[in-house]
């Protein structure tokens, strides 16, 4: 549970109106809506939730610190309570927001990144590119159907799908099968800061990879999406 006082309280869960709702792919939502001039760290999440109830959840910011919007990207689950809630709100409703708290955030001046996202898990890598334009990185998607991709323009061509379920993208597999390909043909510059945030499935077996390839445990970082 996250800690405010009274007076921040107050401010932090004043009801933010929906900007829109988008199905960006099957049971796949971008959802925006107002910022009220929040500051916040790319790489950082918001525990988002509805007027009047006390259920919610933490998403990673998908937009911007330039942008004066937040945006979250979300999967819409059958046995999921907030996310059917979620997917069915339209411009003019409203959401709230705890936060933003965390520190899944880029060191100072880093040379080079590798990015490795599974699903939505992708979310604090856009708001890195997409606050800081210039930032020399690579990254790595899985996911299980072409529809799930994300715009490769978005990354300047930094961008690898990585499509497990059908045919489609850079790669047709696993990212973690990618990854290891890729390492035994093109080892890692050792400085190289490497970021993982997904499934703890998929964490757990890049992390072990990259650490056997030599990359320094300071300079693995990772958040794991449930």
Not at 70 to 79: A, K, S
């Amino acid at each position: 549970m996250l800690s405010f006082s009274p007076a921040a309280a107050a401010k932090q869960l004043a009801p933010l109106r929906v900007l829109s709702n988008t199905e960006i792919a099957a049971d796949l939502f971008l959802l925006r809506f107002e910022r009220n001039d929040r500051s916040f760290e790319p790489g950082q999440f918001l525990a988002v939730g509805l007027p009047r109830e006390t259920h919610r959840r933490e998403y990673s910011i998908y937009s911007g610190v330039n942008d004066d919007f937040f945006e979250i990207l979300f999967r819409r689950m059958p046995d999921g309570y907030l996310t059917m809630r979620l997917a069915e709100l339209r411009p003019g409703d409203a959401v709230i927001a705890e936060g933003p708290e965390g520190s899944f955030t880029l060191p100072d001046s880093p040379e080079h990144l590798l990015l490795v996202a599974t699903g939505t898990g992708i979310s604090p890598f856009h708001c890195y590119a997409r606050s800081y334009p210039d930032l020399s990185f690579r990254l790595l998607h899985g996911v299980r159907t072409v529809g799930e991709r994300a715009d490769p323009a978005e990354y300047g061509g930094s961008y690898v799908a990585c499509v497990s379920r059908e045919m489609g993208g850079e790669y047709h597999g696993r990212v973690t099968s990618y990854l290891k390909e890729e390492l035994a043909a093109h080892p890692l510059d050792p400085t190289t800061h490497c970021f993982l945030c997904g499934n703890c499935d998929m964490i757990y077996e890049v992390y072990a990879l990259l650490h056997r390839y030599g990359v320094p445990l300071d300079r693995l970082h990772t958040e794991v999406y449930f």
